[in-house]
């Protein structure tokens, strides 16, 4: 299992990875994966920590942001493109 550092770094490489796309071109998705990963990077810092309480935070933290993606961001993009007649 990867240590709450060594996740960090590789999450903070791609917020720059994204951050530099949405400096290239401004949108607002590249900007919600960025704040997603870096709450996503908290969340493995403290769940991998070795205090009790941060630790059951960060798994909650995590908990949260799954249910974030599968139940609510999938349905609203699909529901929103639907709804902007792409296509």
Request: glycine content about 10%; some cysteine.
């Given at each position: 299992?990867?240590?709450?550092?060594?996740?960090?770094?590789?999450?903070?490489?791609?917020?720059?990875?994204?951050?530099?796309?949405?400096?290239?071109?401004?949108?607002?998705?590249?900007?919600?994966?960025?704040?997603?990963?870096?709450?996503?990077?908290?969340?493995?810092?403290?769940?991998?920590?070795?205090?009790?309480?941060?630790?059951?935070?960060?798994?909650?933290?995590?908990?949260?942001?799954?249910?974030?993606?599968?139940?609510?961001?999938?349905?609203?993009?699909?529901a929103l493109t639907r709804w902007g007649g792409?296509?």
């Amino acid at each position: 299992m990867a240590s709450g550092p060594r996740v960090a770094s590789r999450v903070a490489g791609a917020v720059a990875a994204l951050a530099d796309l949405a400096l290239r071109r401004p949108v607002t998705v590249p900007a919600a994966i960025c704040s997603t990963l870096v709450t996503a990077a908290a969340a493995g810092v403290l769940a991998g920590s070795d205090l009790y309480p941060a630790r059951e935070f960060g798994l909650a933290v995590a908990a949260g942001l799954l249910i974030d993606l599968v139940l609510l961001r999938v349905p609203l993009v699909a529901a929103l493109t639907r709804w902007g007649g792409a296509g």
